[in-house]
């Protein structure tokens, strides 16, 4: 065993996992990229498990070796086991190993996978009370190995405030603390650079050897310094220590050394599939990658040589498997494209298949695909950014920006409108040229202006739309320009409100007339039902309402179903007083919206359950939901059926009066999504935990419930059902557990929960 130069800091979930996996196993491997500290792990648990080993723990380091055929010769010599001429070095170790109970630790076998993988196997069938660990930036693919993938060190959030506390139970800051405190004496984490530290930390990724080079950078920089310049990394961590390896001196050369282990057709990949952000599937590398120099039959294998090689991290989410890189080997990745023949057609291409997922999901959102389409389109977000940013910095592209981002339904899914409105503005300062695109993108801009209360965008913007359209003679155009014209007015005054409804029809016969895809149809009749209802015409508007509701039923489309619910509820309530009914189709309103990211829709659905509270006598419940909604409002910057509002507010706070009023309200507006739903559903917040689980290593109280939920062996649908949230969102949440407390399976939670609710004085 070498001596420790250095500290061990954090790992100690990974120290156990390593331990318990050698109490069945005889072969793990480590696993992961260059620099993520396998050797730091593999060493430290050798360390602990040396007593295990009566008969000695031996370290062969192999990074040096180039030659294959010297494998059993340095392992021979590691193990300093006398050269015997009459026989060679494997047979001499086959006799050394024999019936010994040893640890063999086979550290950086990556380039020699072939040799290492022979030698273990050999030697693991010779020897039976022989054990080893091997560490490699991809798996040797033998009988009876135990793959171990370890991770970056957990990072706070730098947005997290709560973090600046306690960062240094982080890993990584403490980690770099450690580090630093080695380069510059007495150097500590305190409230001045905390921030600093996290920021550094966070943006480098939790890498361990990345941390360790940006410290050597504190000899000449502060901790505010460093982190104002880290986004050039590979500049600024050249310089490394001359007593380490010498692909280990920089992350450059670091991973130049990754990218030499590649086969060219590999190399090709990780560069091109560098391109994606956020992670892409299989499909999008053939639409994106394919070409005569990689094949499509080739795609599958090389990326599973990219995933056994730590370029790529396989992930499964929402039963599709993903894959990504870590923000680090992307940008090597895109240096490697920007200096191939690729450089220009990979990014176009890339932007054309993001442009045809769009269109696709235009013509299949109103249908049995919705959802499938909008958990598609969140994940592929970034990506969907991407490709908006190329259009709008490469010369000429601009109008195909504006197509993509032309489409209000998609913005409203991803909820995201303030960024629509970015990419909408960007594209028509350089592509104003009173174009079909150009009329679109302006009512596209001035529809989802309206739902962030920018009425005179809105109205500007919705009449030039139209008089583009006139030019261009266009019905699809007039359709749309008409039908946000019809909006503008029924957003605006009463006296304004009537003069809603003839656009609103006029825009219904050309949609019917140019067939355009049945969302922009749909949404229209859901503004057209409120404005019906505020106007007092409630049986066109229950017929509206009625006729869409069939209609999404019918076709299984979910989104405009649940405005429909919505428009059907109000009126249960508002026409009918009937307030059970419309509780019922609210509530189903709102199961629905839980699956989708519509901050408008929730908004709307809550305020009517606390209209609904207020005619029930629930009235502190009712001040609850509307301190909730006043919180959506304040982050839309709009209030639909404000005169409402104010009469329902007036019957709570008589009922409360002004002091208990403003007291629920204030308990109402801190709730995260999860406890809102679980407000507005009666199902409890749980705010008070027994006191043994004070130690909630970071979890919310919502975490904490799922921890607890996953302890008891729920898997993730069935949380979801417990907590009516979406599968997606109970993923999510096991996911961000599993991060904060360091752990990669769903038992170590379950141990994790037990130990915190274990009282105190027992063990």
Known sequence: MPADLTSFVGR??????????????????????GGVGKTRLALQSALDMQRAFPDGTYVVELASLTDPDLLAQTVRDALRIREQPSSGPLAALEEFVGERSML????????????????????????PQLKVLVTSRQALRIV??????????????????????????YPAVALFADRAAAVVPGFAITAENARAVIR?????????LAIELACVRLRALTVTE???????RFEMLREGSRNLPARHQTLQSLIDWSYDLCTPVEQRLWARSSIFIGGFGTDALEAVCVDERIGTEAVLDTVARLVDKSVLIREEQAGHIRFRMLETLREYGRSRLADSPDAAAIPRRHRDWCAGLIATAELEWSGPRQEEWAHRLQREHANIRQALEYCMTTPGEARVGLVMASVPWFWGAMDHLTEARLWLDRGLAQHDDRSI????????????????????????????????????????????ANHVRGFVRSLGTEADLPGAIPLFDEALAQYAAC???????????????????????????????NELHDRCSRVGERWNLSYALWLRGLLALIHDDDPATAEREMLASLRIKRVFNDTLGLGLTLEILAWVAAV?????????????????????????????????????????????????????????????????????????????VARTGGLTTRELQVARLVADGMSNKEIAARLVISLRTAEGHVVRILTKLGFKSRSQIATWVAEQTTPRGRT
């Open 12 to 33: 100690r979930h990974d120290l156990v996992a390593v331990r318990q996996l050698f109490e069945s196993a005889r072969l793990v491997t480590l696993t992961g990229m």
């Open 104 to 127: 063999l630790v086979l550290d950086n076998c990556e380039h020699l996978v072939d040799a290492t993988a022979d030698l273990a196997d050999h030697l693991l069938r010779r020897a």
């Open 144 to 169: 009876g190995e135990h793959l171990y993938p370890v991770a970056p060190l957990l990072t706070p959030d730098p947005d997290d405030t709560l973090a600046l506390g306690r960062a240094e139970k």
């Open 200 to 208: 550094l930390c966070h943006r480098l990724e939790g890498i361990p």
């Open 226 to 232: 460093l982190a104002g310049r880290v986004d050039d």
């Open 437 to 480: 695109e150009s009329a679109w993108a302006y009512a596209t801009a001035a529809y989802i202006a309206g739902f962030q209360g920018d009425a005179s965008i809105m109205s500007t913007y919705a009449e030039l739309a139209y008089e583009i359209g006139i030019e261009v003679d266009d019905v699809r155009v007039l359709g749309f």
């Open 515 to 545: 067939g355009l895809p049945q969302q922009y149809a749909e949404s229209l009749k859901v503004e057209m039902g409120a404005t019906l209802i505020m106007l007092g015409d409630h049986d066109r508007a229950t017929a509206i309402a």
């Open 616 to 692: 029930t006598g629930e009235a502190d419940r009712a001040a609850r939901l509307f301190g909730a909604t006043d919180q959506i409002w304040r982050t839309l910057g709009t209030r639909q059926l404000r005169g409402y509002r104010r009469r329902y507010e007036a019957m709570v706070r008589k009922q409360l009066g002004d002091a208990r009023f403003e007291t629920a309200c204030a308990q109402g507006r801190p709730l995260d999504v999860d406890e809102v739903f679980a407000l507005a559903l009666r199902d409890p917040i749980e705010h008070d935990l027994p006191e043994p």
